[in-house]
């Protein structure tokens, strides 16, 4: 079969490939998510290995395009309403989860006698999450309510926290090393939060005034997906954060657009094919025969980042006055991690490349672990904060 006709056939297979999981998400107790990885991972060569070998090429361009649409959705939940309500909570949890997964996993670290290094650099990682999980978990629920709000706002900015905690833990591995160049670790990570910043601003501001024009208070799928695919694609060449790019340009035009909420629903509209692709490939592309080498570090790793973010977001709902539910549940919530910690992983592999054959390997299995399990957690927690209303909630109802 040629090469274009076999990608396309491909990508056809995978987006039925979805709608079984839709289907089976529905008779089982299982996210959509979780199906969607695990049938990657059967189609992929820790599998039955049908993937195509150029399977493989396709994943960075698709995972790029479904991450930005849902750094720009993302985005749009951080309106002004939102955060006079759940703001507080939001910056009180995020903040405590990022600080308490790293305080966890480098004091649990180190008490088992793992290399200072390592521990720095594992720390560095632990706060990464995967917001494209959790908010296509949301929407398979079609959770509401303060607590959907208040998750939805903190896996919106805890990758920022996240970016600047590794920044500053890389350096300090660098300074326990000997390595020197920790003022680069510290600029680099400046220089991606920043450079975010400043060209979501730019784009942003002129979006949100500019997005209805050309039909007025209505507009164009193809005008919002250019206003997504160009600063995404910008922050891409300039070598900063392409999600927070996308989160901050969502965050802009929902504050300042009247007629913020249309944008928004035009993305929505072509989401999800993307994002079947995009955790299917995710799934092909993790190498599940890795768990045989997570050892006693990547176990301890697993479980202290676990118990860091349960502590730590409970701890930031008890200094905000969240309620009781918040409080309890939001730590399970945010549990899944995925390609943020990988791209990590790789960049502390290339400041230390005689640690890289320990680092990478560990936080792949890792992601695997949070990849599979992280989505039911976060399913159990909406349900158990009483936000679920898709069909078989309403079935429950009496």
């Known amino acids: 079969m040629p090469d274009t006709a076999l990608v396309i056939v491909t990508l056809g297979a995978l987006l039925l490939l979805g709608l079984v999981g839709d289907l089976l998400s529905r008779k089982l107790p299982l996210p959509r998510v979780t199906l969607l990885v695990l049938f990657g991972i059967a189609c992929g060569p820790s599998g039955l290995a049908l993937l195509p070998v150029n399977a493989e090429t396709m994943y960075p361009l698709i995972s790029n395009i479904a991450l930005l649409m849902v750094g720009f959705l993302l985005g749009g939940k951080l309106s002004k309403e939102m955060l006079r309500t759940c703001g507080r909570h939001v910056l009180a949890i995020s903040a405590l989860e990022v600080l308490g997964v790293s305080a966890f996993v480098l004091g649990g670290l180190l008490l088992l006698g793992v290399d200072p290094v390592v521990a720095m650099l594992l720390a560095g990682i632990a706060p990464a999450s995967a917001p494209a999980a959790v908010q296509n978990v949301t929407e398979e629920l079609r959770a509401k309510g303060r607590f959907t709000d208040t998750l939805l706002g903190i896996v919106a900015i805890d990758d920022a926290w996240g970016l600047i905690v590794f920044s500053v833990l890389l350096a300090a591995a660098q300074v326990v090393a000997g390595n020197g160049g920790s003022v680069d670790a510290l600029a680099h990570g400046a220089r991606d939060l920043g450079g975010a910043l400043m060209l979501g601003i730019l784009v942003g501001v002129p979006a949100a005034y500019l997005t209805g024009r050309l039909r007025p208070g209505e507009p164009m799928q193809a005008e919002a997906l250019g206003v997504v695919f ?45 994002m079947v692709l995009f955790f299917v490939l995710a799934g ?39 309620p009781a539910q918040l409080r309890r549940w939001m730590g399970v919530a945010i549990l899944p991690q995925a390609g943020v910690a990988l791209g990590m992983a790789l960049v502390a592999g ?34 158990r904060a009483g936000e679920r209303h898709d069909r078989a909630a309403r079935r429950q109802t009496p």
């Open 284 to 322: 092909a592309s993790l190498h599940v025969e890795q768990l045989a080498e997570i050892g006693l570090a990547g176990g301890a790793f697993v479980v202290l980042r676990a118990a860091g973010l349960v502590v730590g977001a409970f701890l930031g709902g008890q200094i905000s006055g969240a």
């Open 350 to 383: 290339n400041a230390f490349p005689a640690l890289r054959d320990t680092v990478l390997p560990l936080v792949i299995a890792s992601t695997v672990v949070f990849e599979l399990a992280g989505p039911a957690l976060t399913r159990l927690a909406l349900i």
């Open 230 to 274: 160009f600063a995404g694609g910008l922050a891409l060449w300039l070598e900063v954060s392409f999600l927070l790019t996308a989160m901050i340009v969502g965050a802009i035009i929902v504050n300042l657009a009247s007629h913020h909420d249309r944008p928004f629903r035009e993305i929505e509209g072509v989401e999800w094919p993307f």
